[in-house]
């Protein structure tokens, strides 16, 4: 790709992004919490590790990951993040839909890979946690 | 926050079973949202408790989590039966872990736990037999700004 193509700092903007536009950005499939498409994430984190996860300080975080079990809610959950995209095609199974609604998260599935999931949002102003 | 009287939980952790994983310490976190704990503090509590329920789950063969919950403290001691910690300062150290391939896949076992679990309490105690099992015991300030204060001295 021409180096000259790539966004520059300046480009990209920073800040909030409500979860209608990330999955719209994202073609993603909403699984569950259709109601709160309003809801609005101040920052993404990408893991498939979720010790990971659960050192994170921040609130109102994204999170992007590969690793599809219950586990990923579970952490979520303790980590207060309410939404969560499931990205690379992974399945979400109706165990961690029912655990993910009865904490009101807010679960969407995306068939691309964490590395361009990350980079469209990036792009599209998603701040990065860190 | 709302005035509560002492409030006393337990559960029982199965070894090796990651469906039942975080199923006490989401139970803890409702209870405190319930008594209109800090959103900081409910959340160091239930991070920290997930953390020490998932490493029972991960190494141990059985565990119970005893909670107790007054107006000062939330306090929560976990024992198991297990293999045990043989060297608790290493154990201690971020990266170190002996995790199995299988905990590993659920995203766990990168040895953080245990750091991660003294990073989020204001008192943590270990003990450890070889061969017998671990108690961990961790204590959480209510009120936030009990922590700051102790930190800086």
């Known amino acids: 790709m021409d180096a000259a193509r790539l966004p520059g700092p300046k480009a990209i903007k920073t800040g909030v992004m409500q979860i209608k536009e990330i999955a719209g950005i994202l073609d993603a499939r909403v699984l569950c919490g259709e109601d709160k498409m309003d809801y609005a994430v101040d920052a993404a984190f990408a893991s498939d590790l979720m010790s990971d996860v659960l050192t994170l300080k921040d609130d109102h975080v994204l999170l992007i990951t590969g690793l599809a ?26 165990e961690m839909l029912e655990l993910a609604r009865e904490n009101d998260m807010i679960v969407l599935e995306c068939r691309y890979s964490v590395f361009k999931t990350c980079g469209l949002l990036f792009t599209a102003g998603l701040s990065p946690v860190f | 926050m709302a005035e509560v009287e002492r409030i006393l939980l337990e559960y029982n952790i199965e070894g090796g079973n990651f469906t039942r994983a975080g199923y006490a310490s989401s139970q803890i976190k409702k209870v405190l949202k319930q008594m209109q704990v800090d959103l900081g503090v409910i959340k160091r509590t239930v991070v920290a408790s997930y953390e020490a329920e998932v490493n029972v789950v991960a190494h141990a063969y059985s565990g119970t989590m005893y909670v107790a919950i007054d107006p000062e403290a939330v306090c929560i001691e976990l024992v ?29 076992g990168a040895g953080m736990g245990l750091p991660n679990i003294k990073k989020n309490t204001d008192h943590l105690e270990i003990d450890s037999q070889v061969e017998k099992g671990t108690r961990v015991a961790m204590t959480i300030f209510l009120d936030p700004a009990r922590r700051n204060k102790e930190q800086q001295q």
């Not at chain 1, 952490?75 to 499931?86: G, P």
């Not at chain 2, 043989?86 to 766990?108: K, L, N």
């Open chain 1, 69 to 94: 079990n219950t586990q990923t809610i579970r952490t979520a959950e303790m980590s207060d993040i309410h939404c969560v995209v499931f990205a690379r095609n992974k399945k979400v199974s109706e």
């Open chain 2, 80 to 108: 198991d039966e297990g293999p045990g910690i043989p060297d608790i300062e290493q154990a201690m150290q971020e990266g170190f872990s002996t995790a199995s391939v299988s905990v590993r896949e659920m995203g766990f």
